[in-house]
Nanobody, 123 residues
Framework: QVQLVESGGGWVQAGDSLRLSCAAS????????MGWFRRTPGKEREFVAG????????YYSNSVKGRFTISRDNAKITVDLQMNGLKPEDTAVYYC????????????????WGQGTQVTVSS
């Protein structure tokens, strides 16, 4: 069992930056691919960024590419999401998630989820 806890959300102005962090409860974390997703009311969870278990291949959605950076530290069992140049359309609840096997974009393929952290970007 892996428990994930996100932190770092908040309210910011457009153009500002935030750094989200996800702490895992178990060192088996290093065997999992990690993803960040977000959800706005009435919509499905949207893939934002992900990284393989080795950390060698980050992937980003087109909407955040060039602005967001995912990183992981297997020694500290954390995965972070640096968000720069935030836009009002980035407003959402952000979730980190873990899955065994290869990195996937589909939320349903993930085994473990955090509780989410709210990010609000005002114009």
């Amino acid at each position: 069992q892996v428990q994930l806890v996100e932190s770092g959300g908040g309210w910011v102005q457009a153009g500002d930056s935030l750094r989200l962090s996800c702490a895992a409860s178990s060192d088996i974390f290093k065997n999992f691919a990690m993803g960040w997703f977000r959800r706005t009311p009435g919509k499905e969870r949207e893939f934002v960024a992900g990284m393989t278990r080795t950390g060698s291949s980050p992937y980003y959605s087109n909407s955040v590419k060039g602005r967001f950076t995912i990183s992981r530290d297997n020694a500290k069992i954390t995965v972070d999401l640096q968000m720069n140049g935030l836009k009002p359309e980035d407003t959402a609840v952000y979730y980190c998630a873990a899955k065994s096997g290869p990195l996937m974009y589909r939320a349903g393929s993930y085994d473990y989820w955090g509780q989410g952290t709210q990010v609000t970007v005002s114009s």
